[in-house]
RNA sequence: GGCCCCAUAGUUAAAUGGAUAGAAUGGAGGAUUCCGGUUCCUUUGAUCUGGGUUCGAAUCCCGGUGGGGUCACCA
């Protein structure tokens, strides 16, 4: 059949059937009624299923071409298509729609290339693939990740694998805030209230305690502001004259200037954040090709905007801070350097990305950074295309919304977080919990049981906040914790679970699953399941095209779902027909393995047992 | 105030301009001699508002309303 050459000779098999049918409608429309159509009026879909059908043509535009009532333009265009297309074995017509019923030979093969292909759905990269850099992450090295950051790498991650499986090679990225007033602000509070306290003297984690020196800088600050008001002046003023304020900036100005002492405290500092944030990053199980430091990128920055001085492109005060006036770009004036010559994050910004272009040959660069900073990357790439660069449009903004708690937006100064390692330790425990009543890895080791608590538990809060739209704020309510039953990451690992329970069953009665399709004749919840399986290629693609995980978390929750309908009417093991019950462990074996690559897509693991 | 984003069942949330707006959760009721009861089925309930474009609008355009962001010599 024309068909399956058609699919042998294309790699990339995504919407194969559509693009046959539409060419076909086209060819239809010529020879029935003499006209010519525009591709973008033929619309096939995927048949809603309430209705009859696979592929649904819609034929309201083609009524103005053939001149005839919807219902006979649907009867001539389907019988032509019946008998130009093998595979298409009949079609019924409701209120304009078309619907193409697709013989199940069709859904076999494609049972057939899913199930000899272990990375079905996913392309591979090739020497002349694009080089997509994606930075993440992107944490300050004065405060502990907290939720925010969580919603942020698991993102940038996941766009990452999905990406790669769209055969793109990706350079995962993190630019470490290292430097600035803030990180200043703690190594001044530390200096003043710390005791020499260091991590191994406390027990706690460099990171966390980093943080907590930020705070007590906040509430000196704070302090000071409030004597300074009720001697009368301003709010403002107070806030400009605090003395320690003032004396951060100080330390600032030693930090730029190579300080010895300040740059040996702030080193030992940053180390015991460091060091605390890999460990989260391991927990997260989030990696990256290369960090760039702040540190080292800034002057860069200076330099481009200095040079940017000398060439007319950006303006110099008389009190030494240099602006970009954007007026004409129907934006605002913007500052570049401080009075004092130091750097601000735009700078910063600017030394980065040229770094990162002159490192790697970058087809296609992505920020994943929350949406406040919208008109930051709208600034920057317009200041770097200014500086001449002229990739600077072509810079992508990933932009997602704030995570929110019940009593409104997190505060990390008044110490209004969710912090990400307590926040993974409570999931863990629940999914200890619910483990412990189960009781299915009794015999199990500790080490094996902790390793799958936590799949789950990482399980459940990266499909919570994946399934989500990056665009929309999400409210989360710790509360009430993440649930394990309906759409949720533990749902869908359960079913892996269920499958490979059946497998090991299998394997156990001697039963060898071939990668040949049996031959047989498949019921409605077979057919129903391969036609979802068989959408994968096109989810993945689209994932990529749309830089979105969510698509790939309903497609594998659909799927999985339905596998439980398939798995609940259905026997598997007490199918007395031998090859009918191969085909149907060939079948949960296909999707167990889709399943897998699909949450690897959004960086969650699945357990054999849990 | 200027600019940007968001608005769908009580709650969390789907829907390249297409059919009767599809789920989950919660509530109510039920099934399963089962290969794992974290399963399955039934029921309840939603497109903020007013115009416009279109054969057809949750979706596109304009005006409201509500919420959020941003416009720092913070990052």
């Known amino acids: 059949m024309t068909i399956f050459l058609y699919l042998r000779s294309q790699n990339d098999n995504t919407k194969v059937m559509e693009i046959l049918i539409r060419n076909k409608v086209i060819e239809a429309i010529k020879i029935l009624y003499g006209q ?7 619309q096939v879909q995927t048949t809603r299923k309430e209705f009859t059908g696979d592929k649904t043509l819609v034929v309201f535009p083609f009524l103005r071409l053939s001149k005839k009532s919807p219902g006979q333009t649907a009867e001539d265009i389907g019988t032509y298509l019946v008998n130009s297309i093998g595979v298409i074995s009949g079609f019924n017509i409701v209120n304009g729609f078309l619907n193409l019923v697709i013989d199940n030979s069709y859904w076999m093969a494609q049972l057939g290339n899913a199930a000899n292909d272990e990375k079905y759905g996913f392309r591979t990269s090739t020497d002349d693939s694009e080089l997509v850099m994606i930075e993440y992450s992107s944490p300050n090295t004065n405060k502990p990740l907290h939720l925010g950051h969580i919603r942020n790498n698991l993102l940038g991650y996941s766009i990452s694998e999905i990406m790669k499986a769209n055969g793109n ?3 995962n990225t993190n630019i470490v805030n290292d430097r600035g007033i803030h990180i200043c602000k703690s190594m001044l509070a530390w200096k003043k209230l710390g005791n020499d306290e260091t991590p191994e003297s406390t027990g706690k984690k460099g990171d ?3 943080g907590e020196y930020y705070v007590k800088f906040d509430q000196l600050y704070k302090t000071e502001i409030a004597e300074l008001v009720a001697q009368g002046m301003s709010e403002d003023e107070a806030k400009d004259k605090a003395p320690i304020i003032n004396e951060a900036r100080e ?6 200037a190579n300080d010895p002492e300040t740059r040996d405290l702030w080193k030992r500092m940053n180390n015991w954040v460091y060091t605390g944030f890999a460990e989260t990053y391991k927990t997260l199980g989030v990696d990256f090709d290369k960090i760039y430091y702040e540190s080292n990128t800034y002057t860069i920055g200076r330099d481009e905007v200095l040079r940017g001085v000398k060439e007319g492109i950006f303006e110099q005060m008389d009190d030494n801070s240099v602006w970009a006036d954007l007026g004409k770009d129907g934006l605002d004036r913007k500052i570049l350097l401080r009075s004092d010559g130091t750097s601000v994050y735009m700078t910063q910004d600017i030394g980065t990305a040229k770094i990162r272009y002159a490192d790697f040959p970058i087809n296609h660069m992505v920020y994943v950074v929350g949406n406040e900073q919208i008109y930051h990357f709208q600034v920057l790439s317009l200041l770097l295309d200014k500086l001449g660069y002229k990739w600077g449009k072509d810079l992508y903004h990933f932009s997602y919304g704030m995570v929110e708690l019940p009593q409104g937006r997190m505060k990390s100064r008044e110490g209004t977080v969710v912090d990400a390692d307590d926040l ?7 999914a200890r919990k619910v483990s412990e009543e189960l009781g299915k890895l009794d015999g199990y080791s500790d080490q ?3 390793k799958i608590y936590h799949t789950v538990a990482l399980g459940a809060l990266k499909y919570f906040i994946l399934k989500v739209d990056p665009k929309k704020t999400m409210l989360f309510n710790p509360e009430e914790s993440i649930d394990f039953n309906g759409n949720t990451g533990p749902f869908i690992q359960y079913t892996y679970a269920r499958i490979q329970s059946v497998l090991r069953k ?3 009665a001697g039963i060898v699953i071939t990668q040949q399709v049996p031959a047989i004749v498949m019921n409605d919840k077979e057919s129903a399941l391969i036609k979802i399986l068989s959408n994968f290629p096109d989810v ?7 830089h979105s995980p969510a698509l790939v978390a309903n497609f594998v929750y659909e799927l999985a779902k339905e596998f439980n309908q398939f798995y609940h009417d259905i026997t598997i093991m007490n199918e007395p027909d031998e090859q009918v019950r191969i085909f149907r462990l060939l079948l949960a074996k296909t999707i167990g393995q889709t399943i897998k690559n699909g949450f690897s897509l959004l960086g969650i693991e699945v357990p054999e047992r849990m």
């Open 251 to 256: 330390m600032l100005r030693q930090w730029e």
């Open 36 to 42: 010519d159509v525009d591709e973008k009026q033929v």
């Open 448 to 450: 094996e049981k902790e």
């Open 540 to 546: 993945v693609k689209e994932a990529g095209l749309n």
């Open 169 to 171: 090679k990706v350079v």
């Open 208 to 210: 966390h305690l980093v």
């Open 424 to 430: 993974v330790a409570d999931m863990i425990d629940v």
């Open 506 to 508: 299998a394997t156990d």
